[in-house]
C-alpha cells in the first residue's frame, strides 16, 4: 500500500497546528460550568490565572437548593489537557462542616471552552476543631464543560 506524501504532511501539519493552538491558549479568565451535582443543579463560576503551566485562582457555586460556597483552585496544563482541583470547606448551618475535594480531567475544546470529567470527594466530619476522625465519605464523577464568559 502507497502512502501518499502530501496526505501526511497535511496531516501532520493539521496535528502541529492544533497543538500549538491548544499549548498557546492563556486561560485566564472568568469561567462558568453548569452541571448537575447529586441531583442538585450547581453554577461555578471560576476565576482563574494562569502563569506558564501552572494554574490558581478562586471559585463560587450557586446551589438550587443549598447556600453559596466557594473555595481555591490549583493545577497545572500542558499542551491542550487540564488537571486541576478545587478545594472547599462548607460550612453548614446546624449540620457538619463539608470538606469537598474536586479533581478535573479536562481538555480545550477552543480557547473559550473546556470539556472533562470532574470528580468529587466529600467528607462530612462531625467536629473539624476536635480531631476526631469520625467521618462520613462519598465520591462521584460527571463529564463537564466550561465557557470563558
Known amino acids: 500500500m502507497r502512502i501518499d506524501g502530501s496526505a501526511v504532511i497535511l496531516s501532520l501539519l493539521i496535528f502541529f497546528g ?3 493552538i491548544a499549548s498557546a491558549v492563556d486561560l485566564t479568565g472568568t469561567w462558568e460550568s453548569k452541571y448537575n451535582f447529586s441531583g442538585i443543579e450547581e453554577v461555578m463560576t471560576a476565576n482563574i490565572q494562569q502563569a506558564g503551566e501552572n494554574l490558581t485562582g478562586t471559585f463560587d457555586v450557586q446551589s438550587s437548593t443549598v ?4 473555595g481555591v483552585i490549583f493545577g497545572r496544563i500542558n499542551e491542550d489537557a487540564i488537571k ?7 460550612k453548614r448551618e446546624g449540620k457538619d462542616p463539608l ?3 474536586t479533581f478535573t480531567d479536562g481538555r480545550i475544546a477552543d480557547q473559550n471552552t473546556i470539556n472533562g470529567i470532574y470528580y468529587v470527594l466529600t467528607k ?6 476536635c480531631g476526631s ?6 465520591f462521584l ?3 463537564y464543560k466550561a465557557t470563558r464568559i
Do not use: H
Open 18 to 20: 492544533y497543538l500549538a
Open 67 to 70: 447556600d453559596k460556597y466557594s
Open 84 to 90: 486541576a482541583y478545587y478545594l472547599s470547606v462548607v
Open 99 to 101: 470538606v469537598m475535594i
Open 124 to 129: 462530612n466530619y462531625k467536629c473539624l476543631d
Open 133 to 138: 476522625q469520625d467521618s462520613d465519605m462519598s
Open 141 to 143: 464523577s460527571a463529564p
